[in-house]
């Protein structure tokens, strides 16, 4: 009945999308899909699961580049610039439309001035830890922690990222001091993490937990305030002693600001279909990422609810890029 009534849906907003595209004239030509994160993450395979699907739903390929570093701003900035046409889209994070707002005291783009395209899904990370530590749970770090503040280090996706926010929040809640290590994504932490060149390392599901498998990282906790159904023995950090915790990423489609509503309605249509698609879905959810409904609505909505908690965080945490 449930798949049913996906491919229903799917064939309903496809065919959405074939009559507003056919009345724009858009897209005529190939859309390039801007992610901020360099390749091999878990934002960049988000990317390509999308663009495939979307691309099939326009009829028009949609080519993913990266453009990482400068926590998220690098990307951002050059969507924020081109040409207001819908053939230059981003895929943001939590990271490009709430953090940054907070942590550069002159930011090179107006995070909200975008042209919302639709909200894609939000997913847990997992507390990642060097095999050499021998740390078997979140208790054997704080205790090696308090003994030594500031001697182990934590990776992160890059300062200001929800990487590094879950580094700060867990600091804050265990009473601890960790030497925070930033790099341009999980691609660059993760041999760090794996050479035990750093101690620690928030990481998205998607990207950490295939090192977990083989062997070559521990894990310890998840930031979501529940378990994953896919990875029910793994202990939230909420019920390891720090109730309340939770750390999450969500990702989303944006648009340069002032391009025409005609042209993101089309887009945002696509993402709908990408989202209905049962194999996206289940690969989404196998990255860990919980799939949204793909409305601009659920964008803005998230972005409201969440500024008021991270500029708190930010602010006591005294996250600053120069």
Known sequence: MFRTGIRFL??????????????????????TM?????????????????????????????????????????????????????YTILL?????LVTNRFLFKKLPYDPDAFAPIGMIGIGPMV???AKKDHFKSLADVVKAAKAKPGSLTIASFGTGTSSHLA?????????????HVPYKGSAQAMPQLISGEVDLFFDMVSTGMPQVDSGKVGVLAITSKQRMSSLP????????GYPGFEMLAWFTLVAPPGTPESHTHVLDNALKVALADETVRKRMLA???????????????QIKQEIPVIQSLV????IAVQ
């Open 10 to 31: 799917a064939a309903a907003v496809l065919g959405l999308v074939t009559s507003v595209a056919a009345a724009a004239g858009f897209p005529d030509r190939p859309i």
């Open 34 to 86: 801007i992610t901020p994160f360099p390749a091999g993450g878990a934002t960049d395979g988000l990317a390509r699961i999308l663009a495939e699907r979307m691309g099939r739903a326009l009829g028009q390929s949609i080519v993913v580049e990266n453009r990482a570093g400068a926590a998220t701003t690098i990307g951002a900035s050059h969507v924020a610039r081109s040409t207001p046409d819908g």
């Open 92 to 96: 943001a994070t939590n990271s490009t």
């Open 127 to 129: 507390l990642l830890t």
């Open 167 to 179: 580094a700060e929040y867990f600091q804050k809640m265990a009473g601890i001091k960790l030497l």
């Open 233 to 240: 023995k793994l202990p939230t950090i909420s019920e390891s």
């Open 287 to 301: 990255m860990g990422i919980e799939p949204s409904d793909g409305t601009p609505q659920a964008l803005l909505t």
């Open 315 to 318: 602010k006591r945490a005294n």
